[in-house]
């Protein structure tokens, strides 16, 4: 599984990164994109092994990618280049900054970054949307992924990510090469100081 921790510059992704994979990257703002691999222990697979004695004994993986905050730290907003390293993943943890950062402009607004992020991905997926719903259209193409894609570009023109669309309503064999991000699994993860955690 393939999880791409995002978020704007200084919300602390690298430290989540960090602590995730047990790695020593670097904390700054921008640069590269950083991989890491954890394996998931089970237990299940340790008996197993034991019974049978095999060769080797292959556990399960997370690829975790820290997927940089590319305008630095006077801007919010996700490049072109980060929503195309963002389509790359499998699921979404979207870390938010819920702690002071002398580095950034005014206090911390987690709601606001909801808001931002949300509304930047239903952008990005309406753009790609529209485009290909032109194309079916122009072209009198099937009827059927016609239909999809206007359920789609309706659901994100009033703000809901597709993911929030049902199997029912929509055939999301459609949906497949075209990296829509609100598609995706998302998990929000705050980052607080030490001293606030636990506390609602």
Do not use: W
């Not at 691999?37 to 292959?58: M, W």
């Not at 485009?131 to 992924?145: F, H, P, S, Y």
């Not at 199997?167 to 699994?185: C, I, K």
């Amino acid at each position: 599984m393939k999880i791409g921790l995002v978020g704007f510059a200084g919300s602390g992704k690298t430290t989540v990164f960090n602590a995730m994979t047990d790695l020593d990257a670097p904390l700054s703002f921008g640069g590269e994109v950083r991989l890491g691999t954890v394996r998931v222990p089970d237990h299940r697979i340790d008996q197993l092994s034991a019974v049978f004695s095999p060769k080797k004994t292959t556990y399960a993986e997370i690829s975790f990618c820290d997927i940089p905050g590319e305008h630095g730290a006077e801007k919010k907003g996700l490049s072109p280049q980060s929503l195309q390293q963002i389509r790359d993943q499998e699921v979404l943890c979207l870390v938010i900054r819920d702690f002071p950062n002398p580095t950034l402009k005014g206090d911390p607004d987690p709601t606001g970054d909801l808001e931002t992020f949300h509304l930047e991905c239903v952008l990005a997926d309406l753009q790609i949307v529209e485009r290909r719903l032109g194309r079916v259209r122009k072209e009198r193409g099937d009827i059927r992924e016609q239909g999809a894609f206007e359920i789609m570009k309706s659901s994100l023109e009033s703000e809901r990510p597709l993911r929030s669309v049902s199997p029912e309503e929509l055939n999301r064999d459609y949906l497949r090469g075209f990296g829509l991000l609100t598609d995706r699994p998302l998990l929000v993860a705050l980052n607080r100081e030490e001293s606030a955690a636990g506390k609602s």
